[in-house]
């Protein structure tokens, strides 16, 4: 069983990372470049109580109280007008099956079969036929 096995296996049931395990991530981070040029005790301690902050609630079980601390986040820089960037849905792309090109003419991203070698196309959009080559 490999490392990444092993790690998948343990997070099973966890929490995990969400907006709020960031937040307090960057926030140590940037305790950490201030304590370089500070050199305080009490920086460095405050950085590493976020720091396991962050990590024990993305190791948590308990992730209907871990869901609701990260809506109180998103719901404070929803008022605040602060967009949300972080964690953001994106759609899935099946790139086992798929390979995604550009249209040169339009710039659209078509979907084209993976059959490796160099193809002739038609984009659906603009109608502009272009070569592209699949690996």
């Known amino acids: 069983m490999t490392f990444k096995d ?3 296996r343990m997070m099973e049931g966890r929490y995990g990372a969400d907006e709020l395990f960031y937040l307090l991530t960057g926030l140590y981070l940037l305790l950490t470049i201030v304590n370089i040029f ?7 301690i405050i950085g590493l109580v976020i720091f396991a902050m962050a990590v024990i609630r993305s190791l948590s079980k308990n992730i209907p109280a871990r869901s609701r601390e990260n809506a109180l986040l998103l719901r404070a820089c929803e008022k605040l007008g602060i967009k949300r960037k972080l964690n953001a849905q994106r759609p899935s792309r099946d790139t086992v099956n798929f390979a995604y090109k ?4 339009c710039g659209k991203t078509l979907r084209l079969p993976r059959n490796k070698g160099k193809h002739n196309t038609k984009c659906p959009a603009c109608g502009e036929e272009f070569s592209v080559k699949i690996r």
């Open 6 to 8: 092993r790690l998948i």
């Open 38 to 44: 500070v050199h305080s005790w009490v920086l460095h």
């Open 102 to 105: 550009k249209c040169p003419g």
